[in-house]
């Protein structure tokens, strides 16, 4: 008789392979069809709200494995939240304006002087959408659960109105103002930018140190004694209208070959070694203390212009000479400073970075060739000390790679001094899983000056500002609300299709346009600001939404640019943080720790991962890094990934197919379950607390452990290998049997559950072959419950399997030796001194079977080997092997079956 037919071996459809580049599109579309989002939401109507706020991608190109990170993980977090009782809306945005879709469409051969701006802003919007379209259709890919039907995107009319709307009450407040100030200015964008917009790279720059001869000394200094100055920006010295000195510092004149020079005398030492002069030859001829040279006046080398001695307390014995060269056109302390003196702001640069007619001779001249003719004007005045170059870390324009300049221009400014404390508060009350990211925010928003808003473009949301015939600013309640609704109508091109009479209220009047003539501001906002609104323009102007937001996630460059713009414009506006907690990621890096670059070939795109792969590939390794730091990411490491998941998925496959002739109906009470069951069910318990805790805690990486940690040694290398001789062999209907089942369906289901945040696709497979399961979706049920850990059990048995770890070390010694081949061949005895021990083993019931041996005994004296914790004896087993089970037995009958399978065989 073929007795394999008796045996109760694994039943089910569930295939071995995922086969997920083909199978996930399949699930999305029977998520699409049964709307499970909306399901999903309803499920927890009724039930708190928890809102993650989504920042926006910006719009242009494809999505890369730094969007997967983020977005994936936002997932794992609703999904979670979704099924512990929470309703979860989540809207995922765009970010549409700006400078990158402007240069798309040059590159794509637009010629901007062809046609109007509204033209060309009707280009712009055009192309957003279709980018919008394209990352959308990647996001859903991987499997995100979202809004994907209604978006917000920053372009759309009713976000504009709105962002134009907070613009009006933070200038009814008097936190909007128009400056001159030096700001960061980008001469190949031809724009003002703001801080988030500025990366620094390394560059090569001139370091100079110039005299100016003192022209009117007071009485202090005689005329004709030169102030050393030192800079590395020679191009700023058209500019020069100042000399800040320090006034707690001590001043030196110092004889050099017969001229005398002024700097400060703890650095004169340095200065010698600088410049080339000989110490031993440099001889101090007088001292004085920084208050004394106040308001002295010094000849500029090259422009018939007076400089003025100054006190600043900027000024330091870090590097240089104690003497700066002061230009409050082109430096923020510069200008502070000079507002003190009512300092001139000279700024001869135009848009472009060329010099106008305004430098003099230099007029015409891009501002960095103009460093050495500047330097070769000195050196034949005689003033260049010292000519050098260095190396330094510079601000570089983040879109184009080009060096900035600081630049007084005309600008809009948005006051952080008037609200930097209320800031500073809200910051104190948000919710931050560690500790640094909140000393970022706080210390940045602490140091950042006015912010600058204008930007001059034309792809963006303009400044709803007007000017009357004499100049007047127009910036009222009245004026800013007509814009808005003109927006919320017809969007923000009605602003560049209409002239300014047609954009201010009917029979508007204004003091300053006795002729009723009016023009418009030609800037647009800076695109922090419109993705910095998105809380008054998403979550106070969706209905499904709330303010404040639960949870801001995003990149950890957002710390100075979303989450700080966010925060600004909500506590200006609002009074208080529009996020109740900060969450934040690091970036991808490739397998070396590079950051991926197309000249490096470096690159990983989720879509060619998902096409190979599947996403719940992307989705595992989401949950194997520590996303908190920098991650990697390559082609081996995924492959590592895909290994976990193939565990994950043939223990699923194990479960199911031992569950098949299971209904839960007939589950074995708790009580009666069998203690190694009681035991591997109090471990998922302990595993189910784990999760959730690590799920709450945003803790991915430590629950990606736990998981491996509970399959490999808990699952696959104890409890389902044991489990085979019970399940396989003993009658269908078995008590001993039924109790494991009991287990088993318990942890297939839990185990779904939980994963389904993580690798939802597959998830969703496994609940549609899981038995008598009343949900038609994974997605659609509640995490496992918390149960309390029985910890005298699970000690008892974490005891056990330690003194089992020296049994199998016997058994592959034994099987090395040629004693044994497969361990049902074995006959184990067992000696161990501690008497707890032995009370442990003698209250096991089929010791044989947890050993996965034929036969097993506990003995009273030494025997065998002694190991870490017992001593063993390996010994061939005694009888013959059973024909069913394998196991050896003395009492084989003629159909060469033990006892128990000749039984079952009997049934």
């Given at each position: 008789m073929d007795y394999k037919e008796t045996l109760l071996m694994p039943k089910t459809d569930f295939p071995m392979r995922g086969g997920l580049p083909n199978k996930e599109p399949q699930i999305q579309a029977q998520w699409e069809k049964q709307d499970l989002y909306h399901r999903i939401l309803d499920k927890n109507a009724g039930k708190p709200d928890y809102i993650l706020h989504d920042g926006p991608p910006y719009a242009n190109g494809q999505i890369h494995m730094g969007h997967a990170l983020n977005k994936i993980i936002k997932d794992f977090i609703t999904r979670y939240k979704a099924m512990t009782g929470y309703r979860t809306p989540y809207v995922p945005g765009w970010d549409t304006h700006g400078l990158p879709i402007e240069q798309a469409l040059t590159k794509k051969g637009v010629n901007r002087k062809e046609m109007s701006v509204a033209e060309f802003r009707e280009l712009c919007k055009q192309f957003a959408l279709e980018q919008v379209e394209l990352q959308k259709t990647d996001f859903k890919r991987l499997g995100l659960n979202a809004d994907w039907n209604k978006p917000y995107v920053t372009l759309q009319e009713v976000f504009e109105a709105e962002q134009i709307r907070l613009f009006g009450d933070m200038a009814k407040k008097g936190y909007i103002y128009k400056g001159k100030k030096p700001v960061y200015w980008s001469p190949s964008s031809e724009s003002s930018l703001a801080e988030a917009e500025i990366e620094y790279q390394d560059k090569v720059s001139p370091s100079i140190y110039v005299a100016f001869d003192t022209k009117d000394g007071k009485g202090i200094v005689e005329p004709g004694?030169?102030?050393?100055?030192?800079?590395?920006?020679?191009?700023?010295?058209?500019?020069?209208?100042?000399?800040?000195?320090?006034?707690?510092?001590?001043?030196?004149?110092?004889?050099?070959?017969?001229?005398?020079?002024?700097?400060?005398?703890?650095?004169?030492?340095?200065?010698?070694?600088?410049?080339?002069?000989?110490?031993?030859?440099?001889?101090?001829?007088k001292e004085f203390k920084g208050t004394e040279l106040e308001r002295l006046t010094v000849q500029h080398p090259f422009i018939d212009r007076e400089s003025l001695l100054i006190l600043g307390d900027h000024v330091t014995t870090d590097a240089g000479t104690g003497c700066v060269h002061t230009a409050p056109g082109h430096g923020e302390d510069d200008f502070i400073v000079g507002q003190k003196y009512d300092l001139p702001v000279i700024s001869p640069v135009d848009d472009k970075g060329v010099f106008t007619e305004e430098a003099g001779e230099f007029a015409g001249v891009y501002y960095d060739k103009a460093n050495k003719l500047i330097t070769d004007k000195l050196t034949e005045i005689g003033a260049?000390?010292?000519?050098?170059?260095?190396?330094?870390?510079?601000?570089?324009?983040?879109?184009?790679?080009?060096?900035?300049?600081?630049?007084?221009?005309?600008?809009?400014?948005?006051?952080?001094?008037?609200v930097r404390q209320d800031i500073l508060n809200a910051i104190e009350e948000t919710e931050f899983k560690v500790d640094w990211g909140k000393t970022r925010i706080y210390n940045m928003i602490r140091d950042r000056g006015d912010w600058v808003i204008s930007r001059q473009r034309a792809w963006g949301v303009p400044l709803p500002v007007f000017y009357a015939e004499?100049?007047?600013?127009?910036?009222?309640?009245?004026?800013?609300?007509?814009?808005?609704?003109?927006?919320?109508?017809?969007?923000?091109?009605?602003?560049?299709?209409?002239?300014?009479?047609?954009?201010l209220p009917e029979g508007y009047t204004h003091p300053g346009s006795p002729n009723g003539e009016f023009t418009k501001e030609n800037d647009i906002m800076d695109v922090w600001f419109d993705s910095g609104s998105s809380h008054r323009g998403v979550l106070e102007a969706r209905p499904e939404l709330s303010f404040p937001a639960d949870l801001y996630f995003e990149g950890s460059d957002q710390y100075r640019g979303w989450f700080n713009s966010s925060i600004t414009t909500a506590v200006a506006t609002r009074g208080q943080s529009p996020y109740k907690k900060l969450l934040s990621h690091g970036f991808v890096m490739d397998g070396q720790g590079r950051k991926m670059s197309k000249s490096l070939g470096n690159t990983i795109l989720p879509e060619k991962v998902v096409k190979q792969m599947g996403a719940d590939i992307i989705r595992l390794w989401v949950m194997s890094v520590?996303?908190?730091?920098d991650v990697r990411i390559s082609d081996d490491?995924?492959?590592?990934?895909s290994e976990v998941y193939r565990k994950i998925r043939n223990t699923f496959r194990f479960l199911l197919g031992n569950v098949n002739d299971f209904n839960p109906a007939d589950a074995v009470a708790y009580e009666d379950l069998a203690e190694v069951d009681r035991y591997m069910l109090n471990r998922l318990y302990d595993f189910v607390a784990k999760a959730r805790d690590h799920y709450e805690n945003n803790d991915y990486l430590f629950m990606y452990q736990?998981?491996?940690?509970?399959?490999?040694?808990?699952?696959?290398?104890?409890?389902?290998?044991?489990?085979?001789?019970?399940?396989?062999?003993?009658?269908?209907?078995?008590?001993?049997?039924?109790?494991?089942?009991?287990?088993?369906?318990?942890?297939?289901?839990?185990?779904?559950?939980?994963?389904?945040?993580?690798?939802?696709?597959?998830?969703?497979e496994i609940w549609s072959h899981t038995p008598h399961v009343t949900e038609d979706s994974v997605h659609l049920t509640d995490m496992p419950e918390v149960h309390e850990v029985d910890s005298n059990l699970v000690a008892k048995w974490d005891r056990f399997l330690t003194l089992r770890d020296d049994v199998l070390k016997a058994l592959e010694e034994a099987r090395k030796e040629k004693i044994i081949g497969k361990s049902l061949e074995a006959k184990v005895t067992l000696y161990v001194e501690n008497a707890d021990d032995k009370a442990i083993l003698d209250s096991m019931d089929h010791l044989h079977q947890l050993f996965i041996t034929s036969q097993a005994e506990v003995v009273d004296e030494k025997v065998g080997n002694d190991y870490a914790e017992a001593s063993v004896l390996v010994e061939k087993a005694d009888g013959e092997k059973c024909e069913r089970c394998w196991n050896y037995s003395t009492e084989l009958n003629d159909d060469h079956l033990c006892p128990r399978c000749a039984a079952v065989v009997a049934e």
């Open positions: 004694v030169k102030f050393v100055i030192w800079t590395t920006t020679p191009w700023t010295l058209p500019a020069n209208v100042a000399i800040a000195v320090n006034s707690e510092l001590t001043y030196v004149q110092v004889n050099v070959e017969g001229k005398s020079y002024i700097v400060a005398q703890a650095l004169l030492d340095s200065v010698c070694e600088a410049v080339g002069w000989d110490k031993e030859a440099v001889t101090i001829e260049l000390l010292k000519l050098e170059f260095f190396t330094h870390s510079y601000p570089h324009d983040w879109r184009t790679k080009k060096p900035v300049i600081f630049r007084a221009t005309p600008q809009w400014f948005a006051s952080i001094n008037k004499n100049g007047d600013i127009i910036m009222e309640e009245e004026t800013i609300e007509h814009v808005a609704a003109l927006v919320e109508r017809f969007g923000s091109n009605v602003w560049y299709e209409r002239e300014a009479k047609d954009l520590d996303y908190l730091a490491i995924l492959k590592q990934v736990e998981l491996q940690n509970f399959i490999n040694v808990e699952l696959s290398n104890f409890y389902l290998d044991y489990g085979k001789d019970i399940l396989y062999i003993e009658a269908k209907d078995a008590d001993i049997r039924r109790s494991m089942q009991t287990v088993l369906y318990e942890i297939l289901v839990s185990l779904t559950k939980l994963l389904a945040p993580v690798i939802p696709h597959t998830a969703e």
